[in-house]
């Protein structure tokens, strides 16, 4: 066990599993979970640290990783604003990717979303899309954006109608093709191997091909 990583987001859908995959993982001997309050769990591996996300201090003591892996995220509903929204996808995502830069990792995975692009007139998508454009340049060996469709998952949170449309889209699934529902173990999958073996430069995997890396054999 060699490696240290930071892992932002450990409390979502995605960021639950994934902390779990790494902890269990023995190329991992620390797993560094920053976030704004303390998560209900303890590991022998897994440090906890809380951080200000709008404060690239609070990040300067914490060991240094040579990954970091970020599954921060939110929806404008859930966010209340579009502000809001920019906060958290877009300006967390950077501070949190520039502290671990400064800090010397060289490898940074992200979850970005299907149809991220800078010149999307939706603005889920164009924040998405202009947070993909500055990670890759803050000059990581490796940047791998992952863009998932909707995500499968338990959520600890109630979401009634997201539940309701998840079933119809499971439903539809041969024929949606990319836009099918994207469990969260295939993204969590897909970046603990990234983890290990980031390929160089910028990099995206759209949520056809998070299917097909994360599928058997």
Not at 4 to 22: H, Q
Not at 41 to 57: G, I, M, N, S
């Amino acid at each position: 066990m060699t490696d240290t990583l930071w892992l932002a987001g450990a409390s979502g859908l995605v960021g639950g599993v994934l902390l779990d995959r790494l902890l269990s993982d023995e190329a991992f001997s620390r797993i560094v979970a920053t976030s704004r309050r303390a998560l209900p769990r303890q590991h022998q591996k897994l440090v906890q640290a809380t951080v200000d996300f709008a404060d690239p201090a609070t990040f300067a003591e914490l060991p240094a990783p040579r990954v970091a892996l970020c599954c921060l995220g939110t929806t404008i509903k859930k966010a209340g604003s579009p502000e809001a929204f920019r906060a958290v996808d877009h300006d967390a995502v950077l501070v949190f990717a520039r502290a671990a830069r400064d800090k010397g990792a060289r490898v940074f995975l992200h979850v970005s979303s299907l149809g991220a692009d800078t010149r999307s007139r939706t603005l889920y998508a164009s924040v998405k899309g202009r947070v993909e454009e500055a990670v890759s340049q803050l000059g990581y060996d490796s940047v791998v954006a992952l863009r998932p469709s909707i995500l499968d998952g338990e959520r600890a949170e109630s979401r009634p109608l997201e539940r309701v449309g998840l079933a119809v889209a499971r439903a539809l699934g041969p024929v949606l093709g990319k836009y099918r529902p994207t469990p969260a173990d295939a993204v969590a999958e897909v970046m603990v191997a990234l983890a290990k073996s980031a390929p160089p430069g910028a990099t995206v995997v759209e949520a056809d091909a998070l299917w097909r890396r994360s599928a058997p054999g």
